[in-house]
C-alpha cells in the first residue's frame, strides 16, 4: 500500500535514498528535465520582445515548496539579481528575466514562471513548465520553536482516510512531536517549520496540519496521504 510504504520511507534508508533521487530528478539540474524544457518552447507573452522589467524582483522573493510538500526552492534577489536555490543541496542559479513574470537559468535555459492569486500576490512559480510550486511564509531550514500549548493541540489518534484499519498516535514533546504508527509500533520524531509544518530529522517526511476553530482535525503526510483525527 502507498501509504504504508510512504510512512516508512521515514525509517528506510533505502527509500530515503529514493527519494532524494526523484528530488533530484524533479527539478533544474538533472540532465533529463533539461532535455526536455530545451526543446521546449520559451515562456514569451504573445507580442513580447523582452520587455523592460516593471514588477520589482523582491515581489518574487520567499521559499516555495514542491508537490511532494518536502522539498523546497528559495527565490532571492542579490545585486539586482533573481536567483534560485534548491534547499536539499544549495545548488543556486542566476535567473534572467523573459517577461515581467518569466525567467529563464542563466546557463541551463530552464524556465521559471511566476504567478498572481486573485489579490494580486505572487504566490505560486512554476519550474522547466511543468511542476508548481507554491509560496509559503515560513524559512524551510529554520525549526520554529512552539509554545506546549500549540504543540498540544495537535496531538490525538490519527485514522487513514481511506482505510479506517490504520491509525497513528500523535503526542507532543520538548522539541515537536513523535509519531506512532499503531500497526507496528515504530516512531518517528518531528520538529516544527511553522504552527501547522513539520519535518522529520532528515526532511524527507512532512506533515502538514489542518486546523479548525485553533484545533487540529487532520493531518496530511507528504502529498496527499490524509489522516483524519478520532473524536
Known amino acids: ?11 528506510a534508508p533505502e527509500i530515503r ?3 532524494g533521487s526523484i528530488l533530484l530528478v524533479s527539478v533544474f539540474l538533472s540532465p533529463k528535465c533539461y532535455a526536455q524544457a530545451s526543446a521546449q518552447t520559451v515562456i514569451i507573452a504573445q507580442g513580447d520582445n523582452r520587455q523592460p522589467k516593471t514588477i520589482s524582483l523582491e515581489k518574487f522573493s520567499g521559499y516555495y515548496q514542491l508537490p511532494n ?3 523546497f526552492i528559495q527565490f532571492e534577489l ?3 539579481a533573481l536567483f534560485a536555490k534548491k534547499l536539499w543541496d544549495n545548488k543556486e ?15 541551463e535555459g530552464h524556465k521559471v514562471q511566476f504567478f498572481k492569486d486573485s489579490s494580486g500576490q505572487f504566490t505560486s512559480a512554476k519550474i522547466l513548465e511543468r511542476i508548481v510550486t507554491v509560496k509559503v511564509g515560513f524559512d524551510p531550514k529554520t525549526i520554529k520553536q512552539l509554545p506546549a500549548a500549540q504543540l498540544k493541540r495537535l496531538e490525538g489518534t490519527y485514522i487513514l482516510k481511506d482505510d479506517n484499519s490504520l491509525k497513528i498516535d500523535i503526542r507532543s514533546s520538548v522539541h515537536g512531536l513523535t ?5 507496528d509500533n515504530k516512531e518517528v520524531t ?26 487540529a482535525v487532520q493531518v496530511t503526510c507528504f502529498e ?7 473524536k
Open 224 to 230: 496527499n496521504d490524509v489522516w483524519l483525527k478520532a
Open 190 to 215: 518531528f520538529t516544527p517549520r511553522s504552527e501547522t509544518f513539520f519535518l522529520n530529522e532528515d526532511s524527507t517526511f512532512p506533515l502538514t496540519f489542518l486546523l479548525s476553530d485553533g484545533e
Open 69 to 71: 510538500k518536502a522539498a
Open 78 to 80: 542579490k545585486d539586482n
Open 17 to 19: 535514498v529514493a527519494i
Open 93 to 107: 542559479y542566476q535567473l534572467t528575466q523573459i517577461n515581467e513574470t518569466s525567467f529563464e537559468t542563466k546557463t
Open 1 to 11: 500500500m502507498k501509504t504504508i510504504n510512504s510512512f516508512k520511507s521515514a525509517i
Open 179 to 183: 509519531i506512532k504508527q499503531l500497526w
